[in-house]
């Protein structure tokens, strides 16, 4: 994967599935900026990529906020130069059916997963175009294509975060924007393991690879690598797509 010359904008950027974009962005060739919530691990990982020989940045703030999302635009061109590619990689879950998730759950979840979705993405628009085109990629979920039980909030985010996508793909072709979702099944992360009370992890963790045809979890690193496809320029005949890393989960 060749991203040389790319400046990058990455959500989530302090663990599980942002972090390791990140990192691959970085191997690749690209310049990061990475946005999270959590000074040590930001700063950690700022120096992991520089020891390997990449460049890197880090941001701290709530990308759940049009204002911190126009800032976290602006200070990547600042830093760099330019945006040519924006990850939308944050994200929370919270489980439970819909009597079990109260407002405050409801709107947490729809604020980081889809609202920092819309607010990071419509601040990046004006830069990709300034710079000729770009890519936008989008972290979905096999749940916002199919539904499952017990994560209402989460199953309606990701389907809006799946429509949204398609939809800013169709407004901006025309201008060399290309905007596609990578939507995982499970993966390997401590968000897998996360909400579920008493229970073992080691047992969530067989009970998602139990259901997933090719009958094992991928790690963080390999959803990142199609992340990083769909933001390199060998992708680029590829716009408005919902792709599915899933063991062939969702082709059941």
Aim: hydrophobic content about 45%; some cysteine; overall charge negative.
């Amino acid at each position: 994967m060749d991203l040389s010359g790319k400046t990058a904008l990455v959500t989530g950027g302090t663990s599980g599935i942002g972090a390791e974009t990140a990192r691959v962005f970085a191997a690749a060739g690209a310049s990061v900026m990475l946005v999270g919530r959590r000074a040590e691990a930001a700063q950690e990982l700022v120096e992991q990529i520089a020891e390997a020989g990449g460049v890197a940045a880090y941001l701290l703030g709530d990308v759940s906020g049009a204002a911190f999302a126009e800032r976290a635009v602006c200070e990547t061109v600042e830093r760099f130069g330019a945006l040519t590619v924006l990850a939308n990689v944050a994200g929370t879950i919270f489980r439970g059916n819909a009597e079990e998730t109260s407002d405050g759950d409801w709107r947490t979840t729809m604020a980081v997963n889809l609202d920092a979705t819309f607010y990071m993405s419509r601040a990046a628009i004006p830069q990709l175009r300034a710079a000729g085109g770009g890519s936008i990629v989008n972290l979905g979920s096999t749940v916002g294509l199919v539904g499952t039980r017990g994560l209402a909030a989460y199953c309606a985010s990701k389907a809006a975060v799946v429509n949204l996508t398609r939809a800013m793909a169709l407004d901006h072709a025309a201008e060399n924007i290309r905007i596609n979702s990578v939507n995982p099944g499970a993966v390997d992360t401590p968000m897998l393991v996360s909400g579920h009370g008493d229970r073992d992890a080691d047992a969530v963790r067989a009970a998602n690879r139990a259901s997933i045809p090719q009958g094992w979890l991928p790690s963080p690193a390999e959803v990142a690598q199609v992340i990083a496809f769909l933001a390199s320029d060998e992708s680029r005949h590829i716009t408005g797509v919902a792709l599915p890393v899933d063991g062939g989960f969702t082709a059941a």
